[in-house]
């Protein structure tokens, strides 16, 4: 068993004891993996991150086991609802060894070796996720909780998915930290030789697990990806929030003519071009044009619509707008803007795709609000497709339903 040579906090022998609200113990029951701080009635004392947590019913009977984070709104992230369970490597490997169960279709693959093994919450470990970068894997935590339990995690993923390195990334929140971890640190196995290389439906992509975005590269949208592939033939296209160039790269494939890579960082821009290049002259063909533009998407859609430069089809995904509730009207406005921007540029009959990764904003909401905004713009939608999650990102619980994405031709 491979053991990590940093010293992590370990936990209290102490299990903390905890009683809940009703409406709590009803979510608890019905598997929602989070207890909030403002749903316990009664705690035997205060815990460290990563201490055991058990929650009883009124009846004072068990109701779930969990990771205590004092700091969080989230103070229980919970491993297991209503049947008693040990905490242990051998717990974790039955998670890791299921989730990856699921994922036999992109295991057994030649042509993708990126993808996430563990989606969180949605494969029954709330607060960590682990990706597939070929031979990297990348552990991301959520929560500090996570942290003196990292060897056995560590252990139990070397026997289910056993990777030449692994790295760890921390939530911004955790990356002032006094565990003696930090973002981008190495676990074990080789040195990396950033950036790595992987393949997605074929393509290859050049990543840096240890300081890209996230975990290195948006591995939900790999599906939404693989459509706009199928749409691009002959086409000029303008992919918005670009980051590495994932969708321009499958819209080369597809036999686009043209096109452009937009995203406020010079970083993503300059990877997305090595993307495109890394892929022509084949299975891109050489006569495609690619061409990247760092700035503000709001500015520069503004901009082109100035200059009267029209596109075939705008593809535009941007950031999570809403990461509280109340943030969620600033976001409904800002994929409204998004959307009247993306049609002011794009020729009749063009396609349109918009995305959104705000779990706060339902699918309902986001595609109303799409289809408000081009009635407002005078345009019509007629739709190819909704999309959701894929495979190796599925939905446990009613926030873990974040991704959705419309495909329309517009006239
Ligand atoms: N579509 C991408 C993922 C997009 S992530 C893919 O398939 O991989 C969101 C991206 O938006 C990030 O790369 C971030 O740098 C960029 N971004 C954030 N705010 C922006 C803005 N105002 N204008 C342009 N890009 C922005």
Not at 100 to 125: F, I, K
Not at 356 to 376: H, K, M, N, P, W
């Amino acid at each position: 068993m491979k053991k990590l040579t940093i010293d992590l906090p370990q936990i209290s022998k102490k299990r903390i004891a905890i009683h809940v609200t009703r409406a709590a113990e009803r979510a608890i029951r019905g598997g929602h993996p989070w207890l909030f701080e403002n749903a316990i009635l009664k705690q035997s004392h205060q815990g460290k991150a990563g201490d055991l947590a058990v929650i009883f019913d009124k009846d004072r009977k068990f109701l779930g086991i969990g990771l205590y984070d004092p700091d969080s709104m989230i103070r229980v992230q919970i491993l297991r609802a209503l049947k008693p369970a040990t905490i242990n490597q051998q717990f974790f490997e039955e998670k890791l060894g299921a989730a990856h169960q699921r994922r036999a279709p992109l295991r057994d693959s030649d042509h993708t070796n990126g993808y996430r093994l563990l989606h969180g919450e949605n494969d029954g470990m709330p607060g960590i996720i682990i990706d597939r970068y070929a031979e990297t894997t990348v552990i991301k935590l959520y929560t500090p909780a996570w942290i003196p339990h990292l060897n056995d995690v560590v252990a139990a993923l070397e026997r289910v998915f056993p990777a030449k390195s692994l790295v760890l990334r921390l939530s911004g929140k955790m990356k002032d930290n006094p565990f003696g971890v930090f973002d981008g640190m190495l676990l074990h196995g080789e040195k990396l030789e950033s950036p790595i290389i992987f393949l997605e439906n074929g393509l290859k992509f050049e990543t840096d697990p240890q300081m890209g975005q996230k975990t290195g590269f948006f591995l939900d949208q790999r599906e939404n990806r693989a459509r706009v592939e199928e749409l691009a033939k002959g086409k000029s296209v303008l992919n918005v929030f670009s980051y590495t160039g994932g969708f321009s790269v499958y819209a080369g494939r597809g036999g686009a003519k043209e096109v452009v890579s937009l995203d406020a960082s010079k970083i993503a821009t300059e990877v997305a071009e090595r993307n495109f290049s890394l892929n022509q002259p084949a299975p891109i063909a050489k006569s495609c044009s690619h061409k990247s533009v760092t700035g503000d998407a709001f500015e520069l859609m503004t901009k082109m619509k100035k200059q009267c430069r029209l596109f075939d089809m705008v593809i535009i995904d941007p950031p999570s707008f809403a990461h509280k509730n109340s943030q969620v009207e600033g976001a409904i406005r800002a994929y409204k803007k998004l959307t009247r921007l993306g049609l002011e540029i794009l020729v009749p009959n063009g396609v349109f795709v918009q995305a959104s990764c705000s779990s706060r904003v339902g699918s309902e909401l986001f595609f109303d609000t799409i289809y408000l905004a081009a009635r407002q713009s005078g345009r019509r939608l007629n739709e190819i497709e909704r999309s959701g999650h894929a495979l190796d990102h599925p939905i446990g619980f009613a926030e873990g339903e974040y991704l959705k994405c419309l495909f329309a031709v517009v006239l």
